[in-house]
């Protein structure tokens, strides 16, 4: 059985179909799933890679005079907001006010009046007073606008560079999230040897081409602008309630 056919199948809820793939050796579905975190990890950085933003551009705005230093940093009135796509993360200078989400977008950077700050959007960010900022020059202790615009250069031509090992670093990391948890649910899935003729090893094989659909949504939800945290738990359960369904239909309407 091909990729192409395994993705077809699984994609389109052919249960019967899937049902067949429980048999096969489990590190060919491994490999199926490596394969669609790639395609799907692939997609997404490839699109990312088109509109990276600038920090350098989006800087020009800072007001004059502007100063970061040990102390704090300039109060702006209105916060700049930068979308480094690229990265996948939201850079925001100025005041940062609740907690913020954003559609495409899973990192944030924060650098306000007193201090700076780092993290996940929607989760709790890690903050720090700007005594230990590490973008500081080597034997200084402050930034001025100059310095500033001049380091934020420096930076996108870090990014550019950088940027392609965020994404394998990313895919690797779903990777084994995917791994874990489709180990989890396969657990969970035993209550059916009481019903049927099944193993742990077939029962990771069907939750784990569960994935494909979820997979697929959830990128295009990200790169058309619709994906939000709140989704992740309808990821989850339609991954298991895939597994069921190969469960039920699949194998138990089969074998009556």
């Keep these: 059985m091909n990729f192409i056919e395994q993705f077809t199948a699984s994609f389109t809820f052919q249960f019967k179909k899937v ?6 050796s489990i590190w060919k579905t491994i490999l199926y799933l490596f394969l669609i975190i790639v395609l799907a990890g692939s997609i997404r950085g490839v699109f990312a890679m088109t509109r990276p933003g600038s920090l350098a551009e989006s800087l020009e705005y800072l007001p004059e005079p502007f100063l970061i230093s040990q102390q704090g940093m300039t109060e702006l009135e209105t916060a700049i907001e930068i979308e480094l796509h690229a990265i996948e993360t939201l850079v925001i200078i100025g005041n940062m006010t609740g907690t913020r989400h954003h559609p495409s977008l899973v990192n944030v950077v924060n650098l306000n009046a007193e201090g700076w ?35 934020a250069y420096h930076l996108d031509e870090q990014l550019r560079f950088f940027a392609p090992f965020y ?9 084994v999230v995917h791994l874990a948890l489709i180990s989890f649910f396969a657990l969970g899935g ?32 990200r790169l058309l602008g619709m994906w939000s945290p709140t989704f992740l738990m309808f990821y989850w359960l339609a991954i298991g309630f895939f597994a069921i369904g190969a469960v039920k239909k699949g194998i138990m309407e089969t074998e009556k």
């Design 190 to 221: 035993l209550g059916f040897k009481k019903m049927i003729a099944i193993t742990y090893k077939q029962l990771w094989n069907l939750t784990a081409y569960g994935a494909t659909a979820p997979l697929m949504i959830r990128t295009f939800l």
């Design 117 to 151: 700050s780092i993290g996940r959007l929607g989760s709790p960010l890690y903050e720090a007073a700007y005594a230990a900022f590490p973008l500081f020059p080597e034997g200084a202790a402050q930034l001025d606008r100059a310095e500033v615009l001049e380091l």
């Design 167 to 175: 994404h394998y670093f990313s895919t690797v990391v779903d990777l």
């Design 19 to 24: 049902a067949e793939y429980r048999y096969q």
